[in-house]
């Protein structure tokens, strides 16, 4: 038996229930963690609303973890009894312990902590493939990130400045501008107050921004479109404020062929292989602190509720972390 949180239903954040419930043995390709920490995501906030379908009820919401692997199938191959483990994206990630299939674990180095790997597998992986497969970033390129604090945005700041781009972050707060700065945004511009496209299109001489990776949603998805050159990438990967409903195709032609997408984590990560590529090239930026993973929040994990509140009111930058 292990205490995890649930849900019964969906709605709001007095859905989610601490619970215990059976672990049991794990499965010939599954293995068995104790989890230590486990990382919030916005898209737990979707799982619970149900703007994500999530399956049968009950289930254990959460999508990403770190924790020490206690127990193997007998043709588990790539973990043994004692590694260090982190995953993402695989559902039933709050619970102090889980089974698993193996074949989605990924070893942590002793450089990163249990906490760091819980804050930056599902964040980290998504920045990863944005950054480098959805719109490849190449330096010198101006590059709009919205919500640039949280913890998505923080970690594609620092990827995007490494990368050698003119980083351009829009956050909800002066707070948060500090914040962004500090994660390697050249320029921020405060998203509810100012026209964010005329402020692009000052920082870039006119031109405007090559890509807008926008995890926003309804809100800023006609700024992100605005804010774009010619040919340029709008990236919507999320909905924090709503789901972008419709989309005429008409707008991308008349702001100059615009391309546009929609990707998520999972395809992304559909073959191991792709899910090595995704968290090694993530793995090795931590591991020599080219990219820092701020966690600002830390709950345990049975105070979930204020966690998702806190979330959903806007009152958490960086990663937050849930200890077990
Ligand atoms: P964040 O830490 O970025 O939190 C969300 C932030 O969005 C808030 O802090 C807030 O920042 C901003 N925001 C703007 N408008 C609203 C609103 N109306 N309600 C709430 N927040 C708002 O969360 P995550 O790092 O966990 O996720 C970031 C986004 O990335 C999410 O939309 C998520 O769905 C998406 N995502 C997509 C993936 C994919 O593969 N497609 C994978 C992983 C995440 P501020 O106060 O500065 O405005």
Not at 229 to 247: I, T
Not at 275 to 286: A, C, F, R, T
């Amino acid at each position: 038996m292990a205490k995890a949180v649930r849900i019964h239903q969906i709605g709001g954040p007095e859905v989610l229930q601490w619970e215990e419930t059976e672990i049991g043995k794990p499965s010939p390709e599954e293995a068995r963690i104790k989890q230590t920490a486990i990382g919030l995501n916005y898209i737990d906030v979707y799982h619970r609303t149900g703007l994500y379908p999530i399956g049968d009820l009950p289930t254990s919401l959460g999508t990403e973890a770190a924790g020490v692997v206690e127990e193997v199938g007998e043709k588990v191959t790539n973990v043994a009894v004692g590694d260090r483990v982190a995953y993402a994206p695989v559902i039933g990630a709050y619970a102090e312990s889980r089974l698993i299939l193996a074949d989605k674990l990924v070893k942590l180095p002793d450089s990163i902590n249990d906490q760091t790997g819980a804050a930056m597998m599902l964040k980290g992986m998504t920045a990863s493939y944005l950054i480098r497969k959805t719109y490849a970033v190449q330096a010198g390129d101006p590059v709009l990130i919205m919500a640039a604090a949280g913890g998505v945005g923080q970690i594609l700041s620092q990827w995007a400045k490494h990368l050698g781009a003119t980083v351009i972050g829009c956050v909800g707060s002066e707070e948060k501008a500090i914040i962004a700065r500090s994660a390697g945004c050249d320029y921020t511009i405060l998203y509810n107050t100012e026209d964010v496209a005329t402020r692009v299109k000052e920082i870039t001489g006119g031109e405007g921004a090559v890509v807008s990776y926008d995890s926003v949603g309804e809100a800023t998805f006609l700024a992100s479109l605005d804010s774009l050159r010619p040919f340029g990438y709008m990236v919507s990967y999320g909905n924090a404020s709503g789901p972008v409903e419709a989309l005429k195709v008409a707008d991308l032609a008349s702001r100059g062929s615009l391309f546009f997408t929609r990707p998520s984590l999972m395809p992304h990560t559909a073959t191991r292989p792709q899910l090595d590529d995704l968290s090694q090239s993530l793995i090795s930026l931590v591991a020599s602190k080219t990219i820092t993973i701020t966690i600002n929040q830390r709950y345990d994990l049975e105070n979930i509720r204020q966690a998702h509140e806190d979330l959903e009111a806007r009152r958490t930058s960086g990663s937050t972390v849930l200890i077990t």
